[in-house]
């Protein structure tokens, strides 16, 4: 049993390092024919099956074109739901650090936000988390997935959520507000933005951006 558990776990450390070399060049415009037909090997023998498997262990590298390689090695990282998080993918924190900028702008009001900002933790694996200026973490939600930060819509309505929810926690506080009915505000991804949405009205209505509430009409 002990054999076997280590066999798993020095398998899955290979699938892990190939992965990232997989997808390294692919960032980088370059060839990944060796990397990818050894990562499709090493799934097949583990029992995996999907199409780009067979079809990289089937064919031989130099009769596949480089884009129709590249296609089948990002394919391939798909298939096994490869994440490269922050550190092979570093654009992703500047998004959610650009998305706690605009969040932060809608709760100045609160005065309980000074500072927010995003910190990199050693001791909760690939996410992020949000604190406040003096260092105190925001303990209300589960942190930020390095996800999130692929797309800046779903990284403001999360940020704007996980804040929302710590200042009412923390502060007994409904923040931020309508404007129009005084009444607290939800953020929601609508029509390709991240908005505030008020319950008040006979339908409800969008109380403005997330980011902008304070200047909305």
Known sequence: MAGESAASAEVLRAVERLSARVYRNLRAGARVDGEAVELACL??????????VRELVA????????????????ELLRAIGFDPGFALAPERLAVLEQAVRMVAADFAGSAVVDGLHVVRAQDVGPRALLALGDGTLLSS???LAPSAGDDPVRALVEIAMEVQDEVAARFWLVWPVCPRHGLGVRPVAEAGTARWRCAGGPCGHFAGPVGGLATAG
């Open 43 to 52: 799934l097949l023998d583990w029992g995996h099956s999907a199409d780009a």
């Open 59 to 74: 064919r031989r590298p130099s009769d596949i074109p480089g884009p129709e390689m590249a296609e089948l090695a990002a």
């Open 141 to 143: 939600g589960n942190g």
